[in-house]
């Protein structure tokens, strides 16, 4: 079993937009959510956007969260 923690993120999105989600996660074999993190992902690598493979990531303040 994995130890790895997760941080929950909640938002509201056009209900479209949501199915053209959920399709292009149906076609990669994805559920929502991993289609959403790949999405970010892809994202900030393409933009040179260091993403933190720690499980503790700094916010804006120097906080630990």
């Given at each position: 079993m994995s130890n790895t923690k997760t941080a929950t993120l909640t938002f509201r999105v056009d209900p479209g937009l949501k199915n053209g989600l959920r399709m292009a996660a149906d076609q990669e074999h994805r559920?929502?959510?991993n289609?959403?993190?790949f999405l970010i992902r892809d994202y900030c690598e393409r933009k040179g956007i260091p993403v933190s493979p720690s499980e503790e990531?700094?916010?804006n303040n120097g906080v630990r969260s």
């Open positions: 559920s929502l959510s289609m959403v993190e990531v700094k916010n």
